[in-house]
């Protein structure tokens, strides 16, 4: 059996609020896992639902960046929040979040691109490494583009112009007003960045994230000791309302609290006198899916003094 550190019972207890016995108890039944972990209580019903992007922890900057019909979002990563303020760092994001608009979203391509202050990305971004003296790194980037309409960006917790914490990238597809489809775009942006979609439509979530929702309502059904016709049903229930509660077009808008967002584009379509089609979204929430370790500063002071 792993040993069941404290340092794993505080991480499980921040992540799903469950009691410090109870996480103790569901890492050694996942024999360690975390992920495991996080499963059991939820199918004790006693852990809330998590996105499968986990817990943020990582520091720098989203920047999000428009070009005619097609728009940008990258991810840079630093060790300290303090870096994100600092300007030479702002500057670097946006402006090979300009890059992304010429060269794609692969970060190895991206990398490799000539930088406008001479050698490459990687060669700039080396030596801002040296000069800020922490380490950095690009993590991703996504490229959007319409044939007619728009791509609108929103950015939220600004840290400055085009940079902040969660970047939104929201793809229109009309020949409606540009106006009319900027002002549409930029609410169902700001709902994206509040409601956290896993994907545009049901059918194109995650197979293996609805697996594993499919096998916690399993567990927690079979646990009700009702019978094998009513556990089938309150098994596909949990499933629909995770499908309905985690796409976009599904989903209960944010704005008025009431109408999906895919009645709410049909709305906006009627308005417009022509047809509106919400073709992709991207969403990039600084450090999701990082697990950044904790560390104890006095100790590490100490180390390095010898003590």
């Not at 059991?40 to 428009?66: F, P, T």
């Not at 775009?185 to 956290?196: D, R, S």
């Not at 079979?222 to 094998?228: L, N, Q, R």
């Not at 370790?293 to 006095?298: G, K, L, R, S, V």
Request: charge should be negative; proline fraction near 3%; hydrophobic fraction near 45%.
């Amino acid at each position: 059996m792993a040993e069941i550190t404290a340092a794993a019972v505080k991480a499980l207890r921040e992540r799903t609020g469950a009691g410090m016995m109870d996480c103790k108890k569901a890492l050694n039944e996942a024999n360690g896992e975390m992920e495991a972990a996080v499963d059991w209580l939820r199918a004790k019903g006693l852990a809330a639902a998590a996105k499968k992007s986990g817990r943020q922890a990582a520091e720098g900057l989203v920047g999000v960046m428009i070009d005619g019909t097609k728009g940008a979002v990258l991810e840079v990563n630093s060790e300290t929040d303090f870096v994100a303020k600092n300007e030479k760092f702002q500057d670097f994001v946006k402006g090979v979040t300009a890059l992304v608009l010429e060269h794609g979203s692969d970060i190895d391509t991206l990398s490799k691109a000539p930088h406008p202050a001479g050698g490459s990305v990687n060669d700039v971004l080396t030596a801002n490494i040296a000069t800020i003296g922490e380490n950095q790194a690009l993590r991703r980037a996504a490229l959007l583009e319409v044939e007619n309409g728009v791509v609108v960006p929103y950015i939220h917790n600004q840290v400055a112009p085009g940079v902040g914490k969660i970047g939104v990238l929201v793809a229109l597809e009309s020949e409606a007003p540009s106006d009319f489809l900027e002002s549409l775009g930029k609410q169902i942006a700001m709902h994206v960045a509040a409601a956290t979609p896993l994907a545009l439509d049901e059918d194109s979530l995650d197979d293996a994230a609805v697996e594993r929702e499919r096998a916690i309502a399993q567990e927690k059904a079979a646990e009700s000791g009702k019978p094998a016709e009513i556990v089938t049903r309150m098994v596909e229930g949990a499933v629909a309302k995770y499908r309905k509660e985690n796409a976009l077009l599904s989903q209960i808008f944010v704005v008025d609290g009431k109408t999906r967002v895919s009645d709410v584009v049909s709305k906006a379509a009627k308005e417009a006198g022509k047809p509106i089609t919400l073709k992709q979204f991207v969403r990039f929430q600084l450090g999701e899916g990082i697990e950044k370790q904790e560390t104890d500063f006095a100790a590490e002071v100490a180390a390095a003094a010898g003590v």
